[in-house]
């Protein structure tokens, strides 16, 4: 049987009729030209009919058809996704994110991952744009300021990690200063003065900011910066683990690890384990990101909370009412510390 809206229902039963505009429009107390512009991005309705329409196609088990839609709107309904790392716990959290957000709409996203090199990145923006996406999300970009709004003269662009102003870019960004400066503070608290700390890639500005954090908080303290306890790390395990070792074979005393994402905190966490030390009776240990596994952690990691699915949430959404033609006004919520089994007072 045609379908007239070029709308396809689901699988569903012999004998049941497809789903059809109409009938999403009837559930969700609208017309069938306002389910058609929100579902095609271009309506500038309330939130409470956006939600309403949304909720009416999957009460429905309506699947919008991408590709009349694309023809009648000139659009691919695909979102272009930048991350650095896809198989990251941390990127996978937010990239589930930015599909529970696109698929509701009708939109699919293109994932590319760039590896934390600009090069790639810059082949993965080009890339994105030849296939006709119909916007972009970058997640931590490694690319200049320059390079990113020149991609937004081409069409919509978010980008998270960074603060950025451009025609057609919105940015997201983390307080990744206030989190680095409360997990360290959290040390202090406890008593450690020697407290290690294991960095990110200092060539990008969330790790810059959580090694400033970090020296902020021991300059409020009237702490002395020892640059002997601070050792590159490179955002997942192995480098934590390597970052223990050299602390280790370099005889640098210290009571407590700030490591700068929960990665590197779980690499630490067995280079410690490996050396005979125990967490937190010998060293205590604190992480950034809180991953699902870290409460899992023995004994639980202590750590930074920062929202990787709801960032997913709120750069799909925001790309979604730039294309809209809407400003999005998103913000990423402040930086949490979740005090857990691994971090304790110091012992004298």
Known sequence: MENKNNDPAPPRAAGKPPVTLEMVAKLAGVSPSTVSRILNGTAVVSDAKREAVVEATKTLGFVPNPLARGLAGGRTFSIGVVTQAIDSPFYGAALRGIE???????YSPLFMSAHWDPVAEARCLEALHARRVDGIVVLMPRLSDAALQACAQALPVV??????RAAQLFSLKFDNFTGALRATEHLLSLGHRQIAFITGDEEH?????????YRAALQAAGVAFD?????????HEVSGLEAV??????????????????????????????????????????????????V?????????????????????????????????????????????????????
């Open 100 to 106: 529970d957000e696109l698929d509701p709409m009708g």
């Open 159 to 164: 980008v998270t990690g960074r603060e950025l």
């Open 205 to 213: 500005p969330d790790a810059a900011e959580r090694h400033r954090g």
């Open 227 to 235: 640059p002997q306890l601070v050792v590159p790390g490179k955002y």
């Open 245 to 294: 070792n050299h602390l280790v074979a370099k005889k640098r005393k210290f009571t407590a690890i700030f490591a700068a994402n929960d990665q590197m905190a779980a690499g630490a966490a067995l280079g410690l384990f490996q050396h005979g030390l125990r967490v937190p009776e010998d060293v205590s240990l604190v992480g950034f990101d809180n991953l699902p596994n870290s």
């Open 296 to 348: 899992y952690a023995t004994p639980p990691l202590s750590t930074i909370h920062q929202p990787a699915y709801e960032l997913g949430r709120l750069a799909g959404a925001s790309i979604l009412q730039m294309i809209a033609g809407t400003q999005p006004t998103a913000v990423l919520p402040l930086p949490e510390l979740l005090v857990r089994g691994s971090s304790a007072r110091v012992r004298l």
